[in-house]
């Protein structure tokens, strides 16, 4: 009496272990290429990890390098301020009429001429010097110089403040005169003379070095050289 049950007991048993199979089955199949496509996607997280790390970096560089250039065109723009070439004879005049008439002193003589421009050296160059050093190589540059000749009376206060505006203009310059003597007005106590040399650099003109090539006396100089060898 007991067969039946059992039977349906080893037919449960059996559908129970053919469902767990197909079951197994149907998730090891289905299973297989979500697993290669989460492998695929971990590898695509990895790389593209990668790719935002370099992408930090290469922001990172270009925020420094902006600022190497910031830096840089300022201090383009300062040299540029200080630099005085023929271009800039004017401005230089106008700025001290001006250091002047602030002082409260009286301008009296304001003269400025321009010296022979020279070759500058790529190195171990002294501007106040006439020449670039010996066996220097020249650059592609030349110094000009502007001779600058000032005088004006007043107190001494106000010689004070000329000298003092003077030197914060930051010009690349030597002094070449400077004398105070008194003065024979009760108003004006004190005489200042200065004689100052401004220097400044500029691009050197191919066309110059052309012409110094093209000049007679150089081609006149080449050929006696080759004459005498």
């Given at each position: 009496?007991?067969?039946p049950p059992?039977?349906?007991?080893?037919?449960?048993?059996?559908?129970?272990?053919?469902?767990?199979?197909?079951?197994?089955?149907?998730?090891?199949?289905?299973?297989?290429?979500?697993?290669?496509?989460?492998?695929?996607?971990?590898?695509?997280?990895?790389?593209?990890?990668?790719?935002?790390?370099?992408?930090?970096?290469?922001?990172?560089?270009?925020?420094?390098?902006?600022?190497?250039?910031?830096?840089?065109?300022?201090?383009?723009?300062?040299?540029?301020?200080?630099?005085?070439?023929?271009?800039?004879?004017?401005?230089?005049?106008?700025?001290?009429?001006?250091?002047?008439?602030?002082?409260?002193?009286?301008?009296?003589?304001?003269?400025?001429?321009?010296?022979?421009?020279?070759?500058?050296?790529?190195?171990?160059?002294?501007?106040?010097?006439?020449?670039?050093?010996?066996?220097?190589?020249?650059?592609?540059?030349?110094?000009?110089?502007?001779v600058v000749?000032?005088?004006?009376?007043?107190?001494?206060?106000?010689?004070?403040?000329?000298?003092?505006?003077?030197?914060?203009?930051?010009?690349?310059?030597?002094?070449?005169?400077?004398?105070?003597?008194?003065?024979?007005?009760?108003?004006?106590?004190?005489?200042?003379?200065?004689?100052?040399?401004?220097?400044?650099?500029?691009?050197?003109?191919?066309?110059?070095?052309?012409?110094?090539?093209?000049?007679?006396?150089?081609?006149?100089?080449?050929?006696d050289s080759?004459?005498?060898?």
């Amino acid at each position: 009496m007991n067969n039946p049950p059992n039977r349906r007991n080893n037919r449960n048993r059996a559908t129970g272990a053919i469902v767990a199979s197909v079951s197994l089955l149907a998730i090891v199949f289905l299973a297989v290429p979500w697993v290669d496509e989460y492998f695929d996607l971990q590898r695509d997280a990895v790389e593209m990890n990668g790719l935002e790390i370099k992408l930090n970096e290469a922001r990172s560089r270009q925020i420094m390098l902006d600022r190497v250039e910031q830096k840089l065109d300022s201090q383009l723009e300062e040299f540029v301020k200080i630099n005085t070439v023929p271009d800039r004879v004017e401005l230089i005049r106008e700025t001290l009429i001006e250091i002047v008439r602030k002082s409260g002193t009286r301008l009296r003589r304001l003269e400025i001429s321009m010296n022979d421009k020279r070759p500058w050296a790529v190195e171990n160059d002294d501007a106040r010097n006439d020449t670039i050093p010996l066996y220097g190589v020249e650059s592609p540059f030349v110094l000009h110089s502007l001779v600058v000749e000032l005088q004006a009376d007043g107190s001494l206060a106000g010689i004070r403040t000329i000298l003092r505006n003077v030197g914060n203009q930051g010009w690349l310059m030597t002094t070449k005169n400077a004398t105070l003597t008194p003065a024979s007005t009760r108003e004006s106590p004190m005489n200042l003379e200065l004689r100052l040399v401004l220097f400044g650099l500029a691009p050197a003109d191919p066309l110059d070095q052309e012409g110094d090539e093209a000049d007679p006396a150089n081609i006149a100089t080449r050929n006696d050289s080759t004459t005498s060898r």
